[in-house]
């Protein structure tokens, strides 16, 4: 596959984990994110390491950003693609109603071929 090729696959697990975070769709998020990853940062001043279930769990726990018509956005900041890793650096305004977020994603290329989130870092900026 060409670096085009790669680049829209892994804009594509992106865009999955926006729509997927914005609709609540854990099914979506679940895809995209490996069964081994870890997701960790800090919302305000509270750390949180570990995987990315407890954020699947707030997500299903409430009204999606969809459903409450939230003024959610996110913008791709940078994507670097080495061989089978990548990092994406995503920045999210409106994150439920008025939180700023800005998330350090790292990605693998399983063995079938698909990308997958391996990792998230995160931090609230507003």
Not at 14 to 28: R, T
Not at 38 to 44: E, I, R, V
Request: hydrophobic fraction near 40%.
């Amino acid at each position: 596959m060409n670096n085009y090729g790669e680049l829209e696959s892994v804009k594509s697990v992106i865009n999955k984990y926006i729509d997927g975070s914005f609709k609540a769709d854990v099914g979506l998020l679940k895809s995209v994110f490996h069964e081994n990853a870890k997701m960790s940062g800090y919302l305000g001043d509270r750390l949180l390491i570990g995987g990315p279930e407890p954020f699947f769990e707030d997500l299903e726990s409430r009204p999606s950003m969809f459903e409450k018509n939230d003024p959610y956005k996110a913008y791709i900041i940078n994507i670097n693609i080495t061989g089978s890793i990548a990092s994406v650096i995503l920045y999210e305004t409106g994150f439920f109603g008025n939180a700023g977020i800005e998330d350090h994603f790292h990605l693998i290329r399983d063995k079938e071929g698909a990308w997958k989130i391996i990792a998230k870092t995160f931090t609230t900026v507003e």
